[in-house]
């Protein structure tokens, strides 16, 4: 059998791997390993895997490596483990390494993931056709009769790969240069539209323009932004991430904003995790260090200033879906309940394992869809236990993930950022002033 050895610049740490004492705290946080039981599909179980190809121990052909594709990189485990495993960057340069090894039983689908995502998610113009041609088939009806008369009667695969589509009938936000311009700026900060944010969900970005203006604080969107690149260091493309990383931190760098705000938990962890992914590259370095210094999640940055001052009441019953990438990568749980929680009106209902993964994961759902569904099982479990009428996120991810599985449980239940709901507070404020 060919034997694959981890190459290239992000061959995964010895001293990261010895940190792992097998103690087991992981796996109650692993939802692949809750769905399946598997140990191979746990977090230590796949650190056994990688330290075994390292030292050639074990063999890495395709099941071996199907492993580590089953992975969703939630990180969940490293805020369950007492040792502080850096499982993510663990798992990051395994899946690198394995790419970078052109000589290697390199599984097929992994080339095929990443060159599609280079040549279209790292492509606008491309994107915008392909999602044109969603949101004329969402427009058209035959979206509506798949979903109603004609479920019954085709595919269960078919169907089941339409319902996991997102409704692609609003205009998309594409706005660029100033977004908010107050007569007195408190301060200047730059947004990511990011590649496929604003085609898919452009109330996201117009509900955090709405409050960044009522914070007075002024808002850019620079011209020439491109994709975050989380997808592609996530399946293993980590040239593709690097160059979409230094395009990036020139294009923000000439914003002269403060900082960086970001209304996607992925993009936003990606992103501040620049300066590793950069670690390598003498002329980036520091200046990847220093620009992630200044990116922030749009939570994160709002209840560091006063945004509570003349909120208007929102009449609902909300629970929320801690974003993998937030919680755990970002380690901020504490930003949307204070905020949730300074609306008017609002009742906030937690579930049981708020901060378990919904089984979305960038193009997971895509590319593991059986494993993809188990875990979502479990989760529309438990938020639909709380009988609230809207579960919020902060990730365009979770939103598809979630709506896709309300669908098919035809639940009304709506699904929302949380900064919709601070908008929409805002809105009720301004409009109780007006009257």
């Known amino acids: 059998m060919k034997q694959l050895n981890f190459v290239g610049l992000d061959v995964p740490s010895t001293e990261d791997l010895q940190n792992c004492v097998h103690c087991g705290f992981c796996l109650p946080s692993c939802p692949t390993y809750l769905a399946t039981g598997h140990e191979l599909e746990s977090p230590r179980g796949r650190l056994h ?87 004329l088939y969402s427009r058209s009806g035959l979206q509506d009769l798949i979903r109603g008369p004609l479920k019954k009667i085709l595919p269960m695969k078919l169907v089941r790969l339409e319902n996991s589509l997102p409704s692609l009938r609003k ?20 947004l990511l ?41 996530h399946a ?13 931190i020139e294009i923000f760098e000439s914003s002269g904003a403060s900082k960086v705000l970001v209304n996607a938990a992925g993009c936003g962890s990606a992103m501040k995790e620049y300066g590793r992914l950069l670690r390598h590259d003498e002329d980036w370095r520091e200046r990847a260090e220093v620009f992630s210094g200044k990116v922030e999640d749009i939570l994160e940055f709002v209840v560091k200033h006063k945004f509570d001052y003349q909120l208007g009441k929102v009449s609902d019953v909300v629970t929320l879906q801690d ?35 919904c089984g979305s994961a960038g193009i997971y759902s895509i590319v593991q869809p059986d494993l993809s569904t188990q875990v979502l099982s479990a989760k529309l479990e438990d938020v639909l236990s709380t009988d609230a009428g809207t579960v919020c996120t902060a990730n365009p991810g979770c939103t598809l993930q979630l709506e896709a599985g309300l669908r098919r449980e035809s639940s009304d239940m709506d699904v929302r950022h949380v900064i919709e709901l601070l908008a929409k507070s805002v809105q009720a404020g301004r409009d109780k002033t007006d009257m």
């Open 323 to 357: 974003a993998c990438h937030l919680a755990h990568a970002q380690k901020e749980k504490v930003a949307p309940r204070t905020i949730l929680s300074a609306i008017p009106g609002l009742e906030l209902r937690e579930m049981s394992t708020p901060d378990r993964c």
């Open 49 to 135: 895997v990688i330290a075994g190809i390292k030292e050639g121990r074990i063999d890495a052909n395709t099941k071996t490596l199907q492993h580590l594709d089953r992975c969703l990189q939630c990180r969940a485990c490293e805020t369950a483990c007492p040792s502080a495993v850096p499982y993510g960057r663990i798992m990051e340069d395994a899946r690198a390494s394995i790419m970078a090894n052109r000589n290697s039983i390199q599984p097929r689908s992994w080339f095929i993931r990443s060159f599609l995502l280079r040549n279209i998610l790292g492509h606008q113009k491309r994107l915008r056709v392909a999602i044109s041609l969603g949101r």
């Open 193 to 233: 539209t990011g590649c496929i944010h604003g085609e898919l969900y452009p109330e996201m970005h117009s509900s955090t323009v709405e409050v960044l203006d009522y914070m007075q604080i002024e808002v850019v969107a620079p011209v020439d932004q491109v994709c975050c690149g989380a997808l592609h260091i």
């Open 171 to 190: 205009k998309p936000f594409r706005k660029s240069g100033s977004l908010s311009s107050p007569n007195i700026a408190l301060d200047k900060v730059a």
């Open 236 to 248: 293993g493309d980590a040239e593709a991430s690097r160059k979409l990383a230094r395009q990036n």
